[in-house]
């Protein structure tokens, strides 16, 4: 998708009713392009489950191509039986190219109480340090993948190292976070596949 530009604002909404299991995913990688006029671009996407629904959203990577301004929020609200698979993966740039700027925020809410809460900054205008040894540390790819379970209340998951740059945190709730950086888009999405797969999604 060759969006959005500049000044767009787009808006994704998918709800999924008691029982439900749905499977979302794109097409292709998101492109976030510069605009004529130079103002940020908004992309918000909001996700219900309720009763014992199931929801795996599963996009291809956003590109932050050159000179674009995009700011991305993602909302989940759960019922308490509800389970969630969330993938995300961001790209600085295309090959040879420096990144726009990015901001990207997370929340989740499960039976009406907070789950996750976080926000990222990448590119011009982001806060320093944010490409150094305590942030991407030269990485191009970045990406996590939240895996909300009520089984986890029973058995959750322990802090597991699953790579150089990639690792599981449960969270204080039947949820995990993978938080992984790569070289590039193919060898993020390996390490987050391996983790889904190892946890039963």
């Known amino acids: 998708m060759s969006a959005p530009l500049g000044g767009d604002h787009l808006t994704v909404e998918a709800e999924a009713g008691p029982g439900a299991r749905l499977a979302l995913r794109s097409a292709a990688a998101t492109l976030a392009l510069p605009g004529r006029g130079g103002e940020a671009a908004r992309y918000d996407v909001r996700l219900t489950l309720a009763?014992?629904?199931?929801?795996?959203?599963?996009?291809?990577?956003?590109?932050?191509?050159?000179?674009?301004?995009?700011?991305?929020?993602?909302?989940?609200?759960?019922a308490p039986a509800a389970r969630l698979l969330l993938r995300?993966?961001?790209?600085?740039?295309?090959?040879?190219?420096?990144?726009?700027?990015?901001?990207?925020?997370?929340?989740?809410t499960r039976?009406?109480?907070?789950?996750?809460?976080?926000?990222?900054?990448?590119g011009p205008g982001?806060?320093?340090?944010?490409d150094g040894p305590a942030g991407l540390a030269g990485h191009r790819a970045l990406g996590q993948l939240l895996l909300v379970d009520?089984?986890?209340e029973r058995e959750p998951p322990p802090v597991t190292v699953l790579g150089e740059f990639a690792a599981l945190t449960p969270l204080a709730?039947?949820?995990?976070?993978?938080?992984?950086?790569?070289?590039?888009?193919?060898r993020l999405r390996a390490l987050l596949d391996e983790a889904a797969r190892t946890y039963g999604w």
Do not use: I, K, M
């Not at 993966?89 to 190219?97: I, K, P, S, Y």
């Not at 982001?126 to 944010?130: D, L, M, V, Y």
């Open 150 to 152: 009520p089984r986890f």
């Open 111 to 122: 039976a009406g109480r907070p789950l996750l809460d976080q926000e990222l900054g990448c």
């Open 88 to 108: 995300e993966e961001q790209v600085l740039g295309r090959t040879g190219e420096a990144p726009g700027l990015l901001w990207s925020r997370l929340t989740v």
């Open 173 to 186: 709730g039947p949820a995990a976070l993978v938080t992984a950086l790569a070289p590039d888009a193919l």
């Open 51 to 78: 009763g014992d629904a199931e929801v795996r959203w599963l996009p291809e990577p956003l590109v932050s191509v050159h000179g674009s301004d995009l700011r991305v929020r993602t909302r989940a609200e759960l």
């Open 126 to 130: 982001a806060p320093a340090g944010w």
